[in-house]
Protein backbone atom coordinates (compact mmCIF):
# COMPACT_ATOMS: atom_id res chain seq x y z
CA UNK A 1 0.00 0.00 0.00
CA UNK A 2 1.69 3.42 -0.89
CA UNK A 3 2.33 6.06 1.82
CA UNK A 4 0.74 9.45 2.31
CA UNK A 5 3.58 11.36 0.75
CA UNK A 6 4.20 8.50 -1.91
CA UNK A 7 0.37 9.42 -3.09
CA UNK A 8 0.85 13.37 -3.00
CA UNK A 9 3.87 12.67 -5.22
CA UNK A 10 1.97 10.77 -7.71
CA UNK A 11 -0.62 13.60 -7.87
CA UNK A 12 2.69 16.58 -8.06
CA UNK A 13 3.22 18.20 -11.19
CA UNK A 14 5.74 16.36 -13.07
CA UNK A 15 7.08 20.07 -14.01
CA UNK A 16 7.40 22.94 -12.08
CA UNK A 17 8.07 26.76 -13.55
CA UNK A 18 10.39 28.11 -11.69
CA UNK A 19 12.96 31.19 -10.86
CA UNK A 20 16.19 31.08 -10.08
CA UNK A 21 17.91 34.34 -8.35
CA UNK A 22 21.16 34.95 -7.59
CA UNK A 23 22.15 37.58 -5.48
CA UNK A 24 25.81 38.71 -6.06
CA UNK A 25 27.52 42.04 -6.33
CA UNK A 26 30.34 40.57 -8.04
CA UNK A 27 28.77 37.85 -10.15
CA UNK A 28 27.40 37.88 -13.80
CA UNK A 29 26.05 35.89 -16.17
CA UNK A 30 29.10 34.00 -17.37
CA UNK A 31 30.85 33.87 -13.58
CA UNK A 32 28.12 32.28 -11.46
CA UNK A 33 28.44 29.11 -10.84
CA UNK A 34 26.14 28.41 -8.13
CA UNK A 35 23.53 29.67 -10.07
CA UNK A 36 24.29 27.89 -13.48
CA UNK A 37 24.00 25.12 -11.41
CA UNK A 38 20.52 25.62 -10.41
CA UNK A 39 19.48 25.80 -13.46
CA UNK A 40 21.17 22.82 -15.17
CA UNK A 41 19.84 20.36 -12.43
CA UNK A 42 16.27 22.06 -12.65
CA UNK A 43 16.54 21.41 -16.69
CA UNK A 44 17.78 18.56 -16.19
CA UNK A 45 14.49 17.01 -13.77
CA UNK A 46 12.36 18.32 -16.17
CA UNK A 47 11.58 21.29 -14.70
CA UNK A 48 11.46 24.53 -16.36
CA UNK A 49 13.19 27.69 -16.19
CA UNK A 50 11.03 30.84 -16.95
CA UNK A 51 13.34 33.42 -15.24
CA UNK A 52 16.89 34.08 -14.40
CA UNK A 53 18.68 37.11 -13.11
CA UNK A 54 21.81 38.01 -11.28
CA UNK A 55 20.59 41.33 -8.38
CA UNK A 56 22.57 42.47 -5.27
CA UNK A 57 21.50 41.94 -1.84
CA UNK A 58 19.90 45.09 -1.78
CA UNK A 59 16.39 44.11 0.31
CA UNK A 60 14.10 46.43 -1.49
CA UNK A 61 15.36 45.69 -4.73
CA UNK A 62 14.87 41.61 -3.78
CA UNK A 63 11.65 42.50 -1.75
CA UNK A 64 9.85 43.79 -5.25
CA UNK A 65 11.08 41.17 -7.24
CA UNK A 66 9.73 38.51 -5.16
CA UNK A 67 6.28 40.23 -4.86
CA UNK A 68 6.06 40.20 -8.41
CA UNK A 69 6.81 36.88 -8.42
CA UNK A 70 4.35 35.47 -5.81
CA UNK A 71 1.57 37.54 -7.76
CA UNK A 72 2.36 35.71 -11.44
CA UNK A 73 0.60 33.03 -11.94
CA UNK A 74 3.65 31.20 -14.44
CA UNK A 75 5.96 30.73 -11.29
CA UNK A 76 5.43 28.26 -9.29
CA UNK A 77 9.00 28.27 -7.29
CA UNK A 78 12.02 30.93 -6.28
CA UNK A 79 15.35 29.79 -5.47
CA UNK A 80 17.84 31.98 -4.69
CA UNK A 81 20.99 31.70 -4.43
CA UNK A 82 23.42 33.31 -2.42
CA UNK A 83 23.05 36.29 0.71
CA UNK A 84 22.61 33.35 3.30
CA UNK A 85 25.27 34.17 4.99
CA UNK A 86 26.10 36.91 8.24
CA UNK A 87 27.88 39.17 6.55
CA UNK A 88 27.03 42.98 6.90
CA UNK A 89 26.39 42.50 2.83
CA UNK A 90 23.90 39.13 4.21
CA UNK A 91 20.66 40.60 3.83
CA UNK A 92 18.23 37.80 2.41
CA UNK A 93 17.08 36.17 5.38
CA UNK A 94 15.77 39.28 6.75
CA UNK A 95 14.31 40.19 3.46
CA UNK A 96 12.55 36.87 2.86
CA UNK A 97 11.63 36.15 6.22
CA UNK A 98 9.10 39.39 6.20
CA UNK A 99 7.45 38.19 2.92
CA UNK A 100 6.86 34.20 3.79
CA UNK A 101 3.44 33.42 4.50
CA UNK A 102 4.61 29.96 5.73
CA UNK A 103 7.55 29.00 6.90
CA UNK A 104 9.17 25.68 6.30
CA UNK A 105 11.77 25.57 8.96
CA UNK A 106 12.56 22.01 8.20
CA UNK A 107 13.67 23.58 4.93
CA UNK A 108 16.93 25.26 6.35
CA UNK A 109 17.24 22.82 8.87
CA UNK A 110 18.32 19.87 6.78
CA UNK A 111 20.48 21.86 4.30
CA UNK A 112 22.32 22.76 7.73
CA UNK A 113 22.55 18.97 8.91
CA UNK A 114 23.76 17.36 5.41
CA UNK A 115 25.96 20.64 4.79
CA UNK A 116 27.41 19.81 8.41
CA UNK A 117 28.68 16.56 7.35
CA UNK A 118 30.00 18.08 4.92
CA UNK A 119 32.27 20.98 6.10
CA UNK A 120 31.82 20.58 9.87
CA UNK A 121 30.73 23.32 12.23
CA UNK A 122 30.69 26.23 9.52
CA UNK A 123 27.59 25.20 8.10
CA UNK A 124 26.10 26.73 11.19
CA UNK A 125 27.03 30.18 9.02
CA UNK A 126 24.23 29.55 6.62
CA UNK A 127 21.03 30.79 7.46
CA UNK A 128 19.39 29.24 4.26
CA UNK A 129 15.76 29.06 4.45
CA UNK A 130 12.16 28.61 2.90
CA UNK A 131 8.44 29.06 2.73
CA UNK A 132 5.68 29.95 0.68
CA UNK A 133 4.67 33.60 -0.05
CA UNK A 134 1.24 33.11 -0.40
CA UNK A 135 1.27 29.67 -2.88
CA UNK A 136 4.68 30.85 -4.67
CA UNK A 137 7.25 28.51 -2.67
CA UNK A 138 10.95 29.89 -1.50
CA UNK A 139 13.67 28.67 -1.19
CA UNK A 140 17.29 30.24 0.08
CA UNK A 141 20.94 28.51 -0.22
CA UNK A 142 24.34 29.55 -0.21
CA UNK A 143 25.96 30.64 -3.38
CA UNK A 144 28.70 28.58 -4.04
CA UNK A 145 28.72 25.72 -6.47
CA UNK A 146 28.99 22.81 -3.26
CA UNK A 147 25.94 24.25 -1.42
CA UNK A 148 23.92 24.89 -4.22
CA UNK A 149 24.40 20.94 -5.38
CA UNK A 150 23.96 19.50 -1.98
CA UNK A 151 20.86 21.75 -1.46
CA UNK A 152 19.23 20.64 -5.26
CA UNK A 153 20.46 16.79 -4.86
CA UNK A 154 19.61 16.04 -1.48
CA UNK A 155 16.70 18.51 -0.48
CA UNK A 156 15.14 20.38 -2.88
CA UNK A 157 14.70 18.31 -6.31
CA UNK A 158 13.46 15.63 -4.47
CA UNK A 159 10.52 17.46 -3.07
CA UNK A 160 9.87 20.10 -5.47
CA UNK A 161 7.33 18.72 -7.12
CA UNK A 162 5.43 17.75 -3.97
CA UNK A 163 6.14 20.70 -2.07
CA UNK A 164 4.46 22.52 -5.23
CA UNK A 165 1.50 20.73 -5.31
CA UNK A 166 0.92 20.92 -1.15
CA UNK A 167 1.28 24.85 -1.89
CA UNK A 168 -1.56 24.60 -4.44
CA UNK A 169 -3.85 23.34 -2.33
Keep these: MATTPDQHKADAPDSVRCAVITLSDTRTLETDTGGQTVVDRLSAAGHEVVYRDIIPDEPEQLRCLLE ?13 TGGTGISARDQTFETVSELLTRSLPGYGELFRMLSYQEIGPAAMLSRATGGLMKRTLLLTMPGSRAAVSLALDRVILPELSHLVREARR
Excluded: E, M, P
Aim: proline content about 0%; overall charge negative.
Design 68 to 80: QFRDQSDIDCVLL
